[in-house]
């Protein structure tokens, strides 16, 4: 294998840091991008790879880290964010951000970084999505239109370019433990008064295995759909709750 290049976005800490470290591992050159530069610099160095601030809800961000990035290979789209609350409560602001974030920034990050893919008749786009994108869950509504809009986006991308030598899937997680997650489990306490074994219980009730998804479990996946002999796997959306979606 040459030395491919990957960029990770929202690679500064949790899911997105375990997915560069996974895929430097595999020897891949990896570029990460988030809005903190010094936990991506920090992360950089320790990969091997390079750091550039970009803020993925910005479109002219996007550009700038196309321009400094130059072209990649393999891109994973993995910066995003949730918000938790009631339809009616969620604000106008909150609602755009969501979808600037977690969908249009999806799309321009493709939309960037494809064309050399097209060029050259090789490339790999991972979307970390969210079981949210397949499946209903109260309080999620804003979050969980953003990401069924993902595997939309990656099921039409996919037949789009599948006789170009790319490849476009989406991971779907269920909780990962990250610090999102652990964040989530202290406001539950502190709304509810619950103990924090009861506030992990209500985070871990739709996984079977009953806990909480680790993050290199989803680094291992993106690894491996970013293998050359991944090439026949294309448009999936490959879930990881512990069986939980199937029930």
Not at 143 to 155: L, N, S, W
Request: net charge neutral; charged share 20%.
């Amino acid at each position: 294998m040459s030395k491919r290049r990957a960029l990770v976005t929202g690679a500064g800490r949790g899911i997105g840091a375990e997915i560069a470290r996974e895929l430097a591992r595999a020897g891949y050159h990896v570029l990460v991008s988030s809005r903190t530069a010094a936990e991506i610099e920090s992360l950089a160095q320790e990969i091997g790879g390079e750091a550039i601030v970009a803020d993925m809800a910005r479109p002219e961000a996007i550009a700038e880290l196309k321009a400094r990035a130059g072209n990649v290979d393999i891109l994973v789209n993995n910066a995003g964010t949730a918000i938790s609350a009631p339809l009616h409560k969620i604000k106008m602001d909150d609602w755009n951000w969501l979808i600037q974030l977690n969908l249009t920034g999806v799309m321009l990050c493709t939309q960037a970084f494809l064309p050399y893919m097209l060029e050259q008749g090789w490339g790999r786009i991972i979307n970390v999505s969210s079981v949210a994108g397949l499946s209903a869950q109260k309080y999620l509504t804003a979050y969980a239109a953003t990401k069924h809009a993902v595997i939309g986006m990656t099921r039409a991308l996919a037949d789009e370019v599948a006789t170009k030598g790319v490849t476009v899937n989406a991971i779907c997680p269920g909780f990962v433990d990250t610090p999102m997650i652990q964040q989530s489990i202290e406001n539950i306490m502190k709304t509810t008064g619950r103990s924090r074994e009861s506030a992990v219980e209500a985070m871990t009730v739709t996984n079977p295995q009953g806990r909480l998804i680790e993050s290199e479990e989803v680094a291992f996946a993106v690894a491996f759909l970013a293998d050359e002999r991944a090439r026949g796997i294309n448009g999936t959306c490959l879930v990881i709750d512990g069986g939980g979606l199937r029930r």
